[in-house]
């Protein structure tokens, strides 16, 4: 048996766990791990500047290719604590990715110990196993039960936590002979998959509704292929956007309060019948439930059996992985269709294809400064169908979703239960890491943006080129149009007259200067007519000296983007003028029907 110590066996086992990328940021507790690491080789590294977008760029990592796990690393104390915000982005996403963090010396952990917090008690919450590990013999078992933690039922975030003694300590393990375990998933039975269809056959006008789920299961394909066979149209989560693409036949659009297309909504409302698969009924996807559920029967898929009733009561529900039951629903389908026994939906089909083609928002302005609706549809034309996109939470994100386009899984990268500020630039660099020659581009409001700005430099150092489409009003946006209902504008106005940057009038943060300053390149853009040569420049930037790229659209001030005021997906308020002529929306999927 080969000896070696208890860091070392963790790190050979991330190998053969597959992991050959981590981010983290070393320190004095979790130095004998960084010794390890360095030692053995394969894992390559990232420096962040901070530990919480270390975890974020793991996050970005996982989300980027089926089978990812990222990895981030940081010492005792803080380290743990600012990873706390990834753990929960990841836990509420179904995104695995692993934490491991130093700790004080076993003997003084109780006794208040330079940065000794019991990180374990504070992460379980967040995590689906978050553990100190105080006998090095069990630093192998624990990196295997993670793995496979990770990769089983619903997939999450898990957070290990090894005491610097731990580390150091020499213990028996062959790593030669070491097998990750085996991977649990409920898997759906025959007869539930044909009940499930017998009472989508039943229905008059039936939808899918997919989620992120979908995705992680790597099961977009199948998906398509059932709704193909039954003629069934498609609403994608936003977590599960890309699953097919936007123009395809069967793609309704999406439903929501706020991340919802306006042919989306109408669709849904239109329906008698709804399978869920892989998606968690999220209350901004579905609004007031009496509203949402009226009028029509659901079927629920999900891998979590606790998760099926927990929003609302579905007909029918199934526990299994979505790649599982997807198997199942294409078999009883193809053999359905074989002998004829499948309703004819064209119909159906067609009429939301005809709502996609008349209900539809304005995108082409020419005001200045900018309106933002002007910048999607300038990124719609620069960003082609492989552009990976990345965002986390603000008005700029609600708006790339109703005006943006996406056509593959994994090419709408977002954090959508937490939604943490700063989440997109380390997510942003994760994204990139994984798919080096893939178009990365990244889509913030100028908090946001202003969050975890340093992580920029992360991209200068590294060599990690990605685009930063930041639209600038100056403000809290989101949060300024939610006091509308509280008739205040109180402590959202991020204006101020910067002395060093005069030219900027009250824009305030120069972030031109200070992307620069990082390492990165930028350009700033004040007029629309400028904005595709400076996203087609933003493109050869990166290229040409592999960093980070912004491109600051400076906005007008306010902009009231469309969504409910009243909770109630049956009554998303247009703030804006819609589209009534092509020329409003020249970069829509359907050239608009007048």
């Given at each position: 048996m080969a000896r070696m110590t208890a860091a070392r066996a963790a790190v050979e086992i991330l190998k053969r766990e597959g992991v050959s990328n981590a981010f983290g940021v070393p320190g004095a507790a979790i130095n004998p791990f960084y010794a390890a690491l360095k030692a053995s080789g394969g894992i390559n590294h990232t420096l962040a500047r901070h530990v919480e977008g270390a975890s974020h760029m793991a996050e970005g990592y996982t989300r980027t290719h089926a089978g990812n796990i990222g990895v981030c690393i940081g010492t005792s104390g803080p380290a743990g604590t600012d990873?706390?915000?990834?753990?929960?982005?990841?836990?509420?996403?179904?995104?695995?990715?692993?934490?491991?963090?130093?700790?004080?010396?076993?003997?003084?952990?109780?006794?208040?110990?330079?940065?000794?917090?019991?990180?374990?008690?504070?992460?379980?919450?967040?995590?689906?196993?978050?553990?100190?590990?105080?006998?090095?013999?069990?630093?192998?078992?624990?990196?295997?039960?993670?793995?496979?933690?990770?990769?089983?039922?619903?997939?999450?975030?898990?957070?290990?936590?090894?005491?610097?003694?731990?580390?150091?300590?020499?213990?028996?393990?062959?790593?030669?002979?070491?097998?990750?375990?085996?991977?649990?998933?409920?898997?759906?039975?025959?007869?539930q998959v044909e009940k499930a269809i017998g009472m989508l056959n039943a229905s008059e006008r039936p939808l899918i509704v997919a989620g992120g789920g979908v995705i992680n299961a790597d099961a977009a394909e199948l998906l398509v292929e059932f709704a193909e066979l039954t003629g069934t149209p498609v609403v994608p989560t936003l977590m599960g956007w890309g699953l097919l693409p936007d123009d395809h036949e069967l793609n309704a659009g999406m439903v929501g309060l706020q991340t919802s297309h306006r042919y989306g909504n109408a669709t849904f409302l239109e329906s008698d019948f709804v399978l869920g698969i892989g998606n968690r009924w999220a209350n901004r996807h579905t609004g007031k439930l009496d509203v949402y559920t009226a009028g029509r029967k659901f079927v629920h898929v999900d891998i979590e059996p606790t998760q099926i009733g927990k929003i609302f009561a579905p007909d029918y529900g199934i526990a299994s992985d979505a790649k599982a039951a997807l198997e199942l629903f294409v078999e009883v389908a193809r053999e359905l269709k074989a002998a004829g026994r499948l309703p004819d939906r064209s119909a159906w089909a067609a009429s939301a294809q005809e709502r996609k083609a008349t209900l539809q928002r304005r995108t082409h302005f020419d005001d200045i400064p900018i309106k933002p609706q002007r910048v999607y549809e300038e990124m719609n034309k620069a960003f082609g169908p492989?552009?990976?996109?990345?965002?986390?939470?603000?008005?700029?994100?609600?708006?790339?979703?109703?005006?943006?386009?996406?056509?593959?899984?994994?090419?709408?990268?977002?954090?959508?239960?937490?939604?943490?500020?700063?989440?997109?630039?380390?997510?942003?660099?994760?994204?990139a890491k994984a798919d080096p020659e893939a178009q990365v581009v990244a889509l913030s409001g100028d908090y946001d943006f202003q969050f975890m700005i340093e992580e920029l430099a992360v991209g200068a150092q590294h060599r990690i080129p990605y685009v930063h489409v930041l639209v600038n009003n100056s403000y809290l946006g989101l949060i300024r149009q939610a006091?509308?209902?509280?008739?205040?504008?109180?402590?959202?106005?991020?204006?101020?007259?910067?002395?060093?940057?005069?030219?900027?009038?009250?824009?305030?943060?120069?972030?031109?200067?200070?992307?620069?300053?990082?390492?990165?390149?930028?350009?700033?853009?004040?007029?629309?007519?400028?904005?595709?040569?400076?996203?087609?420049?933003?493109?050869?930037?990166?290229?040409?000296?592999?960093?980070?790229?912004?491109?600051?659209?400076?906005?007008?001030?306010?902009?009231?983007?469309?969504?409910?005021?009243?909770?109630?997906?049956?009554?998303?308020?247009?703030?804006?003028?819609?589209?009534?002529?092509?020329?409003?929306?020249?970069?829509?999927?359907?050239?608009?029907?007048?």
């Open positions: 990873m706390i915000t990834g753990l929960y982005s990841a836990i509420g996403d179904s995104i695995p990715i692993l934490c491991i963090t130093g700790q004080a010396p076993t003997a003084v952990i109780h006794k208040e110990d330079f940065q000794a917090v019991d990180i374990a008690s504070i992460a379980k919450p967040v995590t689906k196993m978050a553990v100190t590990v105080l006998e090095a013999a069990q630093v192998p078992g624990v990196f295997q039960q993670a793995f496979h933690l990770m990769r089983s039922g619903r997939p999450g975030p898990v957070l290990i936590d090894l005491p610097i003694d731990v580390q150091l300590t020499e213990i028996e393990f062959d790593p030669e002979t070491y097998a990750p375990l085996p991977v649990y998933k409920p898997a759906a039975t025959r007869a492989e552009t990976r996109y990345v965002s986390t939470i603000g008005l700029s994100q609600i708006a790339g979703a109703q005006m943006l386009h996406v056509f593959k899984p994994r090419h709408w990268i977002n954090c959508g239960q937490a939604g943490p500020l700063g989440w997109t630039v380390p997510a942003a660099l994760g994204v006091q509308r209902a509280f008739e205040i504008d109180f402590q959202v106005n991020l204006e101020f007259e910067n002395i060093n940057s005069p030219e900027l009038g009250v824009y305030g943060v120069d972030h031109v200067k200070v992307a620069e300053g990082l390492g990165c390149k930028a350009i700033r853009v004040t007029d629309p007519a400028d904005l595709g040569a400076a996203l087609e420049q933003a493109k050869k930037l990166a290229q040409e000296y592999r960093v980070p790229v912004v491109v600051e659209a400076i906005l007008e001030r306010i902009t009231n983007i469309s969504m409910s005021t009243t909770n109630d997906i049956s009554n998303v308020v247009e703030f804006e003028e819609i589209a009534t002529e092509p020329g409003h929306a020249p970069t829509s999927i359907r050239t608009l029907k007048v």
